[in-house]
Structures are given as structure tokens and as C-alpha cells.
């Protein structure tokens, strides 16, 4: 019999008192038993004893079956292809001879996953030695390049001991980013740790994932020459590499708010690194007892010394210079000087830069240009020629490429037309547009400058080579007396 809180007050109370059970139950009404169970108080109404019934259907064969069938979807590792409670339901009736109903096995299924499966929201918590891995990401965000909105990359990577951070932006995730990103993160770290965590990204991994992944060659040629290991990620598991999952994040709130407004990718990268820094200099974690700049210094001990060689991160290729000057990289054209044509020369593809060599030297550096279908010219490439074929001056794509339209309008009205602009061109090549234009506008107004006129405000009057003397020179005199003495010569 279950009894209410007031009934049960009573009971004690009056056994307290010293009243027997039988008078009790007879005082209250209630049965002697249910007296004799609440009057020491070794209960309480409001303990429920919970209903256990052994099910006659779900036998211990029958759970050995089921605890089977995890067994082999554990071994095979196929998510997709794991056992459902309906498939085992089936097997057991078709395997077991199982008389009992769909529901008793789903039941079933469900209690022993809860006991035997780890959830896959645990987590183990870590702790790395000084100098023992770094984990990396990429994430994604928005900035203004120059007033247009380009949406970049950014790659990020956190000490595991010291969570000391370091984040840079790059358009791409390809290779060439992947490697440069890692190789600017060792020199600013002042270090390589041991180990590499980081998910299983298609620039480094050829296949398999995981404890299974295979790096790809250019990979594994880049970690033997800063001497660290690879672990790679299971899929899907960003508790792996916990730490840089959440530097993913605090960056874009706090490094990419508001969005930054910068006129290169080269200064926000600047921003990037000064804000690492100010992280370094005054942030602590919160369960952790030193700061994360005293964490660092003590880290720093512990890292490996970058090699004196600098990987070369770059992709290269050795095409011909083609007819117009250029040069194709990676779906996209540079030019390079037209001395240079049909001439085989080496272009090597940095993340945010292309350098174009020939035997050694640098003939030719751009900003890297990424999508299809694009050409970057250099006026300075072309000028030569344009002295030699003055008649395409004013539909030269280099020409229109790199001057300002009121530069080519101002050539229209040149009395020597097409030569004269090339002339013009030559000296934006030599001193700049910007100041050839600042000439041009130091001039009256009812006057068309030519170019004769801007090569003479841009002529120099050296400086004198006359030197000037004092006029009294100080002389000090000489005794001569003593030679004349070994001459003998007399006075």
C-alpha cells in the first residue's frame, strides 16, 4: 500500500512514542503491515521500487546474437552497411527460429547499444607534452580586397601545450598554399614540433584515411625535411583535433570582425600576424594556470630547429614563351620580357605569387591569379616592341591593361601620334604614370604638354663638380738645417 506524506508523519510519530503497531493501525485504519513497514523509517513513500521482469522472449542466445552482429559491423568499420533492428530481427528468425515480436528485439537492440557502445559525443580529454604537436584547419571567410568582396582562405594552427595560435590568409587551399602555410607557421613559431594533427585534406593525403591514410609523395618529402609525423584524422571527427576546430572559430568572430577592408592579401596577413601576437601577449586559457605566453617560452625549448634549407613549396613548370610574350600557368597567362620569346623558361607557382626564372634569374613576379582564362601584362615587357610597331600603341592589351584612360586620352592629342605615345609610355616605364601625370598638370592650362616638354621637367641638373678650397691654407714650417748638415752644404 503506497501512503501519503501526512499519513506516514503519523505512523512514526506515534511509534516514536512508544504506541504499538497494532494500536496504530487500528488508530489510523491502515493494515499492520503497511505499519509495520514505515514505522522504523527503513522506507519512504516516495521510494519506488523499479519493475524488473526477465523477458522469456529475449533470451541470453538471443543477446549473444545481437552482440554479435556489433561485433562485425565494429570489424568491417561500414557505416552505412551496419546492422539495423529490423535486419537482426530478420536474421533471428530466419537463423534462431525466434518466435518473438519486432518490438521485444528493437527494445532489445536499444538497451544493449546503451550499454555496450561508447556515444559518439564522448570525448576523451588530452594533454600534450612541451614541443609534442601542433594541430592545423582551414577555415573560410569574407574581406574587402581593394573595395571588392573576395572570399578567402585561412589557415590556422595552435600548439597543443602552449595553445599559443598563428593564422594567415590565402586564396586557395591547393598545395602550394597547404605547404607555404605550414613553412611560415614553423618560422613564426621559431620551431617544428614532433607531430602534425590535422584532417585528411586531398593535397596531402593519396588515399585511405585516418590511421589508414597514405600521404602523397610531395607531402612526405616536405615532413621528412622538417623531420616531423603525420597523423591524420578520422572523417567526420573534429573532436581529434578539438583545439584548432575552435581557433577556427574565435578567428573569423574576433580577427575577421569587423571585415577587414585592406588593399592586398599581403596586409592582411600583417593584420593576421599582429593579432597573433597581441593573442600571445595577453591571453590565458581558462583552465589553465600560466598564460599562453609563459606556456610558449617554455614550449619553445622543447621544438625542433628549422632546417638552414628552405623547402622549395612552390608548383614548377618549364613551358616555351609563347608568341604574344607569355607564358601559361595553372589555366591562367604572364608576360615576360619579349627577348625572352620561344625561349624555354621556369615558372614556379607560389600560393599568392608566380616568378618566372630564366638560367637562374628572375625575369618576370606577379600576384597569382586564380580562376581560368586570365592574363597579367607587364608594360615594361612590351615596350621595346611597341617602339618598333608604334601603330598598335593604342590597341596593345598591355597598353590598356596598365595605363589610366586619361593617359591614353591625353595620347590622342599628341602631335606625333602614335610615336609620340610610345615615347610617352617610355617614360611612364622610366619614372612612373604618376608622376608623368603630375607634370603634365604643373603646366597652364591653355597648353598641350608634349612629350618633350615632360622629358625636360624630368631632366636633373646635376650637381657641380667644382670643388671649393679655403684660401689660407695653414703651411707648417720645416727645419732644414740638419740636411744641409748631411749635404754639406754650407750657408
Avoid at 597573433?276 to 581558462?286: D, G, I, P, Q
Avoid at 607560389?350 to 608594360?379: M, P, W
Avoid at 616592341?385 to 592589351?397: D, H, I, N, T, W
Avoid at 598641350?448 to 641638373?461: A, G, N
Wanted: glycine share 4%.
Amino acid at each position: 500500500m503506497i501512503i501519503e506524506v501526512d499519513l506516514y508523519s503519523k505512523i512514526r510519530l506515534l511509534y516514536s512514542e512508544g504506541e504499538s503497531i497494532r494500536s496504530i493501525a487500528t488508530r489510523l485504519g491502515v493494515s499492520r503491515q503497511t505499519v509495520k513497514k514505515y514505522c522504523e523509517g527503513n522506507t519512504h513513500p516516495d521510494v519506488r521500487k523499479s519493475y524488473t521482469r526477465k523477458s522469456d522472449i529475449i533470451t541470453d542466445d538471443v543477446k549473444a546474437f545481437i552482440l554479435d552482429c556489433f561485433l562485425h559491423d565494429e570489424k568491417e568499420k561500414i557505416p552505412k552497411q551496419n546492422h539495423s533492428a529490423k535486419r537482426i530481427y530478420d536474421r533471428l528468425v530466419k537463423e534462431e527460429d525466434f518466435t518473438g515480436s519486432y518490438s521485444a528485439v528493437r527494445e532489445a537492440v536499444r538497451q544493449l547499444k546503451s550499454e555496450h557502445m561508447v556515444p559518439k559525443q564522448a570525448d576523451v580529454p588530452l594533454e600534450y607534452d612541451p614541443g609534442d604537436a601542433i594541430q592545423i584547419d582551414w577555415g573560410e571567410s569574407t574581406v574587402y580586397i581593394k573595395d571588392q568582396k573576395t572570399k578567402i582562405n585561412f589557415f590556422c594552427g595552435r600548439l597543443c601545450n602552449s595553445c599559443d595560435i598563428f593564422v594567415q590568409a590565402y586564396y586557395s587551399q591547393n598545395r602550394e598554399s597547404f605547404l607555404e602555410a605550414q613553412q611560415t607557421m614553423f618560422d613564426y613559431f621559431r620551431g617544428v614540433p614532433k607531430r602534425v594533427i590535422f584532417d585528411n585534406a586531398k593535397v596531402a593525403v593519396r588515399e585511405g584515411f585516418g590511421l589508414h591514410a597514405k600521404a602523397t609523395e610531395g607531402y612526405m618529402s616536405f615532413a621528412a625535411h622538417y623531420a616531423f609525423k603525420t597523423d591524420f584524422c578520422n572523417i567526420a571527427s573534429g573532436n581529434e583535433k578539438g583545439l584548432v576546430e575552435n581557433l577556427v572559430g574565435y578567428a573569423r568572430r574576433n580577427f575577421m570582425v569587423p571585415i577587414p577592408r585592406v588593399s592586398s592579401l599581403s596586409e592582411l596577413n600583417q593584420k593576421l600576424l599582429k593579432d597573433c601576437l597581441n593573442y600571445r601577449n595577453t591571453h590565458k586559457v581558462e583552465s589553465r594556470s600560466s598564460t599562453v605566453k609563459e606556456a610558449y617560452e617554455q614550449e619553445l625549448y622543447f621544438l625542433r630547429q628549422i632546417p638552414s634549407y628552405r623547402f622549395d613549396t612552390s608548383r614548377t613548370t618549364t613551358p616555351i614563351v609563347g608568341d604574344y610574350s607569355t607564358v601559361r600557368f595553372e589555366k591562367n597567362n604572364y608576360s615576360v620580357p619579349v627577348k625572352y620569346l620561344r625561349k624555354t623558361v621556369t615558372v614556379k607557382g607560389y600560393a599568392n605569387e608566380v616568378c618566372i626564372h630564366q638560367d637562374g634569374a628572375i625575369i618576370a613576379s606577379f600576384d597569382r591569379l586564380y580562376g581560368s582564362g586570365k592574363t597579367s601584362y607587364r608594360l615594361e615587357h612590351y615596350i621595346d616592341l611597341l617602339e618598333r610597331k608604334p601603330r598598335s600603341v593604342f590597341q596593345a592589351k598591355p597598353v590598356r591593361a596598365n595605363v589610366t584612360k586619361e593617359l591614353l586620352d591625353w595620347g590622342h592629342l599628341l602631335p606625333g601620334g602614335n610615336t609620340e605615345m610610345v615615347k610617352l609610355l617610355r617614360l611612364c616605364v622610366d619614372s612612373g604614370e604618376e608622376r608623368i601625370l603630375s607634370i603634365r598638370d604643373q603646366l597652364p592650362r591653355n597648353v598641350i604638354p608634349t612629350v618633350d616638354m615632360i622629358r625636360s621637367f624630368l631632366h636633373e641638373v646635376p650637381e657641380s663638380n667644382v670643388l671649393y678650397i679655403k684660401n689660407d691654407i695653414p703651411v707648417t714650417a720645416i727645419d732644414l738645417r740638419k740636411y744641409d748638415e748631411k749635404c754639406g752644404v754650407s750657408k
